[in-house]
């Protein structure tokens, strides 16, 4: 290293002896720079330690904010998704109604079915008509399944009691499980919704890394609000009689052609009397399901042979002659089985075309030719009731809100130090119905589930 010539020189002269107090004081540092260095220091770490403790309480309050979004918007959602979930549950469970009440009708018309067999059995057992007569007018292939009615009527009265049993659990089912899932539904939503906010909010807040810790929402000095409600009467509980309800019964039963009418009517070919050219024997098959005002269901099966007659007195007429016959109807009166006692005309005191223009005069039409009306008589002194309490309940949409979705908002404070001070957070969810392109129709009800939840913009203030 070099040395400049006068310190060198300097410091030669105070190695060979020069004054020790002049070589000191050269040497030494001045007096006026001792000490003012630490207090500037002190100034700088104490401002750089402030600096620090803002930028920590700027992130610490900015990382609760954040957190207090994310829980927010979580709790919103989950609060949509549990209503989307239970307008499915409503649509499942009115689906499922739908199905037990199609099995019902099912079970009554079979029922129907099968008394109408065995009645029918007895009348070719007595040969009243006889089976070859039918198929000498009509075809074989009716005289053959007239006379293989003949093994109905080995039968007993146990098949109608399982049908009987098969009717009341379903409707065990539509009126005491359902009705209970559904009532729940509507009456809990609002606690189940709650629980999920709940879960939510402590979930997003209490263990993830947020300044505060804790299991409720006390701990973590949180209180939240719903500031926008479209669930409330968001769906109702509806008596299954009315419009609706029975429509959509009716086009679902319409479906399976088992359930519709049953008429049907063949002709003989050849004329059977010249005074009567344009009239023919006939054989009508009769048969009808149908739903009542009160959600009581009936059934009704006949077949008749009906046979071309002329008299003086009236002229051309058809003398019926029943094959079969079943009338089935439920009621709510609580009754299980029994049958009713309608009096059948007797015709050893009266002649059929007599009773029938007498039938006419009372206002229904006995020889218009489209109904059964011996047959029907018949049915109904052995008619069979079975005990129902009709269609029950189901849920609907309010008719008043006429709306798609429904809109869920909910605000969040949190306090976050012993002064009190505090965070906000909002947000906004809504349930809506989205059913795929494909579906039968778009129209939100409770009869497809295709509701789902998401997030939306806050709302504008009016």
């Given at each position: ?18 004054d ?9 540092k ?19 330690i ?54 019902m ?56 009691n ?66 926008i409600?479209d ?86 007429y058809?003398?019926?002659y ?24 007797d ?13 006419s ?39 008043e ?35 795929p ?26």
């Amino acid at each position: 290293m070099l040395i400049s010539k006068g310190v060198a020189e300097i410091y030669e002269e105070c190695s060979r002896g020069a004054d020790e107090k002049s070589c000191g004081r050269m040497f030494q540092k001045p007096r006026y720079q001792s000490g003012q260095s630490m207090l500037i220091g002190l100034v700088i770490c104490t401002a750089a330690i402030l600096a620090w403790l803002s930028m920590l309480e700027t992130g610490k309050r900015v990382h609760d904010k954040s957190s207090l979004n994310r829980a927010t918007d979580a709790a919103a959602y989950s609060a949509a998704l549990i209503h989307a979930r239970a307008l499915n549950m409503h649509a499942y469970l009115n689906r499922a109604q739908l199905g037990h009440q199609l099995a019902m009708a099912h079970l009554i018309a079979v029922a129907t079915t099968y008394r109408f067999s065995k009645q029918m059995s007895n009348q070719a057992l007595k040969r009243n008509p006889p089976p070859s007569l039918i198929g000498a007018f009509f075809g074989p292939q009716h005289g053959v399944a007239y006379a293989a009615a003949i093994g109905a009527g080995m039968g007993s009265t146990y098949t109608l009691n399982t049908f009987r049993d098969a009717f009341l659990r379903h409707e065990h089912q539509v009126h005491h499980v359902l009705n209970q899932i559904r009532q729940a539904q509507i009456k809990e939503f609002e606690r189940d919704r709650e629980r999920a906010i709940h879960r939510m909010l402590i979930a997003n807040i209490g263990n993830s890394g947020d300044s505060k810790r804790g299991e409720s929402l006390e701990q973590l000095g949180l209180k939240f609000s719903l500031v926008i409600d479209d669930t409330k009467d968001f769906v109702n509980e509806q008596s299954a009689n009315d419009g609706l309800w029975r429509d959509f019964l009716t086009k679902v039963v319409n479906q399976y052609g088992f359930l519709t009418e049953r008429n049907n009517t063949k002709r003989n070919m050849w004329l059977v009397n010249p005074r009567c050219p344009f009239k023919r024997h006939e054989l009508r098959r009769r048969g009808r399901l149908q739903l009542d005002q009160s959600g009581q269901w009936s059934s009704e099966d006949t077949l008749s042979f009906h046979a071309l007659r002329h008299n003086k007195f009236i002229g051309c007429y058809q003398r019926e002659y029943p094959m079969g016959w079943a009338v089935l109807n439920t009621d709510g009166t609580g009754s299980v089985t029994r049958d009713q006692t309608v009096n059948a005309p007797d015709f050893s005191k009266q002649t059929f075309w007599r009773w029938a223009r007498h039938q006419s005069a009372g206002g229904w039409n006995i020889f218009s030719g489209r109904h059964n009306p011996l047959a029907n008589r018949y049915a109904q002194s052995v008619r069979l009731k079975w005990d129902s309490k009709g269609l029950g309940t189901y849920a609907q949409l309010e008719r008043e809100q006429g709306r798609r979705n429904a809109r869920l908002a909910i605000q969040v404070t949190q306090s976050i130090n012993r002064n009190d001070d505090e965070i906000h957070s909002f947000a906004t969810a809504q349930s809506y119905f989205d059913p795929p392109k494909n579906a039968p129709t778009h129209s939100a009800s409770l009869f497809q589930p295709y509701w789902r939840a998401t997030l939306i913009p806050r709302p504008h203030s009016k």
